[in-house]
């Protein structure tokens, strides 16, 4: 007879496993597994990078012939299609002689969402789910909205005073937190597989937005996404010019100057031209999710960060706060425009979680979605507008762009 506590044991050792992907495993999920004869762990592994064998395979290899009679703990259900890369583990499953399987949730995709266990049971396994399901579930939430929405996970960073401030009036904005939050802010950037910020951050802070852990092994950039809409970025920004593997993506819209696109291009930079004059967050992140960038980290700032909001498309939002306190009304707060006008408005958040960062507090929670207001329906808010002599050129560019396609 099974016994719970064995049970959660083991398959909280998968989840530690399938931990070690994180951040790597993208467009797939974090899997481990750990498989266990009589009593004693006899084969264990993690799926590390797409494309290579998934975490019961490696596990399985691991065992090799002490996998017969044994039971496999893993903490997604095993896959059994086999349009992919790598064949289905439910064959080597099967073909391992393991007679009992553990799993802590039902994979999300509607290519293996039960099928796989189905295949297990038929062939005569006893298979138990939903072991440490909760933690299963919130260790693979990037891949899960992914695979039923084709849409990046993303989740909205924002560095503040306990006033909710992010930068004093001239700007100045190094450092509002200290070391420990910092580093952790770089820890998510290794995790993500893109970082988005607006022009606005790229002229004033001129970041190079890369991950900056040197203890940290194997620490990589994620792809750096600028949303431009005119394209005023300078040649010199360092997003352009630090020596990295991660790409950089320029996000801009009809209203982009040709020419400046084409020195863009021979710097490196690749440009994702959106329709329309600005720049529609839920469009991108439909493109983003095309390319397999999937866990997605917005660094914006005041602007960036509203839009995102009111869009929808922000999952999670980690707030590092700094006990400092700077007031006045022309310091520039976390979340910009304009308040809604009833507190029945405001963004709601739940599964919330508290942790102190040396001397900062970092919280964070997921937001739930609320159902969209007639008047924003199928009418994303542009992330970037210009003001005085900058928003009349931009006008009289696009009247004459309107013009030029009435004539054709």
Same mark, same amino acid.
């Given at each position: 007879?099974?016994?719970? &506590?064995?049970?959660?044991?083991?398959?909280?050792?998968?989840?530690?496993?399938?931990?070690?992907?994180?951040?790597? $495993?993208?467009?797939?999920?974090?899997?481990?597994?750990?498989?266990?004869?009589?009593?004693?762990?006899?084969?264990?592994?993690?799926?590390?990078?797409? *494309?290579?064998?998934? *975490?019961?395979?490696?596990?399985? $290899?691991?065992? *090799?012939?002490?996998?017969?009679?044994?039971?496999?703990?893993?903490?997604?259900?095993?896959?059994?299609?086999?349009?992919?890369?790598?064949?289905?583990? #439910?064959?080597?499953?099967?073909?391992?002689?393991?007679?009992?399987?553990?799993?802590?949730?039902?994979?999300?995709?509607?290519?293996?969402?039960?099928?796989?266990?189905?295949?297990?049971?038929?062939?005569?396994?006893?298979?138990?789910?939903?072991?440490?399901? !909760?933690?299963?579930?919130?260790?693979? =939430?990037?891949?899960?909205?992914?695979?039923?929405?084709?849409?990046?996970?993303? $989740?909205?960073?924002?560095?503040?005073?306990?006033?909710?401030?992010?930068? $004093? +009036?001239?700007?100045?904005?190094?450092?509002?937190?200290?070391?420990?939050?910092?580093?952790?802010?770089?820890?998510?950037?290794?995790?993500?597989?893109?970082?988005?910020?607006?022009?606005? #951050?790229?002229?004033?802070?001129?970041?190079?937005? #890369?991950?900056?852990?040197?203890?940290?092994?194997?620490?990589?950039?994620?792809?750096?996404?600028?949303?431009?809409?005119?394209?005023?970025?300078?040649?010199?920004?360092?997003?352009?010019?630090?020596?990295? &593997?991660? =790409?950089?993506?320029?996000?801009?819209?009809?209203?982009?100057?040709?020419? &400046?696109?084409?020195?863009? &291009?021979?710097?490196?930079?690749?440009?994702?031209?959106?329709?329309?004059?600005?720049?529609?967050?839920?469009?991108?992140?439909?493109?983003?999710?095309?390319?397999?960038?999937?866990?997605?980290?917005?660094?914006?700032?005041?602007?960036?960060?509203?839009?995102?909001?009111?869009?929808?498309?922000?999952?999670?939002?980690?707030?590092?706060?700094?006990?400092?306190?700077?007031?006045?009304?022309?310091? =520039?707060?976390?979340?910009?425009? +304009?308040?809604? !006008?009833?507190?029945?408005?405001?963004?709601?958040?739940?599964?919330?979680?508290?942790?102190?960062?040396?001397?900062?507090?970092?919280?964070?929670?997921?937001?739930?979605?609320?159902?969209?207001?007639?008047?924003?329906?199928?009418?994303?808010?542009?992330?970037?507008?210009?003001?005085?002599?900058?928003?009349?050129?931009?006008?009289?560019?696009?009247?004459?762009?309107? =013009?030029?396609?009435?004539?054709?």
């Amino acid at each position: 007879m099974p016994d719970k &506590k064995t049970d959660e044991n083991y398959m909280s050792i998968a989840l530690d496993l399938a931990a070690m992907g994180q951040g790597r $495993t993208s467009p797939n999920p974090m899997v481990g597994a750990v498989i266990v004869k009589e009593g004693k762990i006899v084969g264990k592994g993690w799926h590390k990078k797409a *494309g290579t064998p998934h *975490g019961e395979a490696v596990a399985l $290899t691991n065992a *090799g012939a002490s996998a017969e009679g044994g039971t496999l703990y893993v903490n997604l259900e095993p896959c059994c299609h086999r349009d992919k890369l790598t064949p289905p583990c #439910t064959d080597a499953i099967l073909k391992s002689g393991i007679r009992r399987v553990v799993v802590g949730m039902e994979d999300p995709n509607p290519k293996v969402s039960g099928k796989g266990i189905e295949i297990l049971r038929e062939a005569g396994l006893q298979v138990d789910v939903g072991v440490l399901k !909760e933690r299963c579930e919130r260790l693979n =939430r990037v891949f899960a909205k992914f695979i039923s929405t084709r849409m990046p996970f993303v $989740t909205l960073k924002v560095a503040q005073t306990l006033d909710g401030k992010i930068a $004093t +009036s001239t700007g100045e904005s190094k450092w509002i937190t200290g070391p420990e939050a910092r580093k952790h802010g770089h820890m998510l950037r290794n995790f993500s597989d893109a970082i988005i910020v607006g022009i606005g #951050t790229v002229l004033r802070d001129d970041p190079s937005l #890369t991950t900056r852990l040197e203890d940290v092994e194997n620490a990589r950039d994620p792809e750096r996404i600028i949303l431009d809409s005119t394209l005023r970025i300078p040649l010199d920004a360092k997003v352009l010019n630090v020596q990295s &593997k991660a =790409r950089t993506y320029i996000a801009t819209t009809l209203a982009a100057p040709t020419a &400046k696109i084409k020195e863009l &291009k021979k710097k490196g930079a690749e440009i994702l031209m959106m329709e329309g004059d600005a720049i529609k967050l839920p469009l991108l992140m439909e493109e983003l999710g095309k390319m397999g960038l999937i866990n997605v980290l917005v660094e914006g700032g005041s602007r960036v960060n509203v839009e995102a909001l009111r869009c929808g498309v922000v999952d999670k939002a980690m707030f590092f706060i700094a006990p400092k306190i700077l007031g006045g009304d022309d310091a =520039r707060g976390s979340i910009g425009g +304009s308040s809604p !006008e009833s507190l029945d408005m405001a963004i709601p958040l739940f599964d919330m979680r508290f942790s102190k960062l040396g001397e900062d507090l970092l919280v964070e929670g997921f937001l739930k979605k609320r159902a969209e207001r007639p008047e924003e329906a199928g009418r994303p808010q542009p992330v970037e507008r210009q003001n005085g002599e900058e928003e009349a050129h931009a006008e009289k560019d696009r009247r004459r762009r309107r =013009r030029k396609r009435h004539k054709k």
